[in-house]
């Protein structure tokens, strides 16, 4: 069976010595008519004598510096190669750089060290092993390459299995491989980056190593999201050289956004001995991302914060920006802090796991951030239904536009503080939203996402009957969320409502001044605006309609 197609650039090999590098490089390079090139051999040949020889006379960091050179060459050449380097050279940061740099592929063979073992008996010729216990030279150099080798931007683990297996698993790795995109979210103390696409949490470990002082982290999680993804974090993790000092799970909803959740997660990231270089790492939901900052930002005054968003509604909205909060009997997100993450890694593979409901709660957001930009809105009316089907191109597409829009509203308005405008706008339908939600007392009743589209009904309604957008556009909206499966009226919800109880919701909303309500409202998309003088007899009017009882 043929391989899958060439791949576009060079493809370097990494790993320990004994993982393969030189034989399933020669296989691939084969298969799709490239030059093999490996690099101990072309650094002896360039030397004239024997790589133990070059150590014994000149020393590793000689050694290092010609392969650098040596790679550089290769990887800059006309035509790509198929590169397997030797164990030690992925290990320095300037190869890394060159190999990165290049444009080349690189590619982890991941080996158990008993596979490893087998492998380098009577390797001799290699300086590490001589006169050595190769279990215990194999053990210390995985345990200072392997942070190294995770940067790798595929990894593949290999076992005893036919090298033309492992050969084509390769090949189909590689030939699936799509660098994530990245985001700078480009503020002005507290810079982060965004890093999106599919297979970013096996790689969350390297990306953190990258950013991070500390070495040790506590990850905070919910009981549905991790059995699902926390193996995969933990190895990438490993890999990295990381520590976690401690897991803490909370049960899925929003009811764990509560002062009971806060307290528990708080006394466990003390007593996993915090100081200031200890990582919280949020895996999950907008819930846990809330929940998990509000933590980090309030332990020892702050600690450094990593989010990993699992559901759609996280990766496009509350993962990014620094809100972090709990709940009160008072409303939603009514007691938090602004607590900036230091990376936040967004799979669109996990999207996969997610139920549909949760799916479709987090499209919501989307479709607000498409309102508030314009185009982004007609692509969601066209591509929502493909999107909620779980087609990855659009789902990628809504994560990466959102995410977009979002930081940049946020580099404009950190903290919340223009007059009008700014980020208060990314509230469009939570007025509403919010109501609804605190009123079904966030036991699952009503999704964030599903509150927030009927308040986006609302809200373009509230807009249309103040002559601001057309009258059309009520319709449209509602029909856009109805097609993707989302409720999109009061009455669609299996419970009443009081107008009294809501109005005195929205008037205690984060966003009202002085006890006055106010509302996001909307003139076209991608014309939106905060308003202050909202008619109460107008709400009341329209909430009314909507078969909420007096």
Known sequence: MPLPPLPKGS???????????????????AHWGMSFRDADSEIEAAAGISIAEIFA?????????GERRVIARLLNAAEPVV????????????TRRIVRDSGAVSVWLKCRISTLLRRVVGREHRPMFVNADPREVLERLMAARHPAYAEADVTLFCSDEHPDVTTRRAADAITAHRPPERLRVALSRNAYDIVIGEGVLRRAGAEM????????????????????????????????????????????GEASKSFTQFERVVDQILSAQADRRLTVLALGGGVVGD?????????????????CPTTLLAQVDSSVG????????????????????????????????????ELRAGWAEVAKHGLLQGPLWDWCEAEGPAAMRGDPAALAHAVLESCKLKSAVVTEDEFETKAEGGRALLNLGHTFGHALEAECGYGGQLLHGEAVAIGLGLAVELSARMGLCSQ?????????????????RISDLPRSFSIARLMARMRADKKARDGAMRFVLLRAAGDVFTESGVSEDLVRALLTEEGCEP
């Open 11 to 29: 493809v370097v090999l990494v790993g320990m010595p004994g993982a393969g590098k030189s034989s399933i490089g020669r296989r691939l390079a």
């Open 57 to 65: 006379r000149y020393g590793e960091a000689h050694f290092r510096e």
């Open 83 to 94: 590169l397997a380097t030797g164990g030690g050279a992925f290990a320095d940061p300037r």
């Open 209 to 252: 190593a990258q950013r991070l002082e500390g070495r040790r982290v506590v990850i905070v999680s919910d009981q549905a999201v991790a059995p699902l993804h926390l193996p995969t974090l933990r190895e990438s993790l490993a890999d990295a050289g990381f520590t976690i000092a401690a897991e803490i799970l909370v049960p899925a």
């Open 291 to 307: 929940l998990a900052g509000y933590a980090a930002a309030s332990v020892l005054r702050g600690l450094p914060f990593v989010q």
């Open 322 to 357: 620094g809100k972090t909060g709990i709940n009160t009997s008072h409303g939603k997100n009514l007691v938090g802090a602004f607590h900036q993450p230091k990376l936040v890694l967004a799979d669109t593979a996990v999207l996969r796991t997610l139920p549909v409901r």
């Open 472 to 488: 059309e556009m009520p319709g449209r909206v509602r029909e856009h969320l109805r097609e993707v499966g989302l409720p999109v």
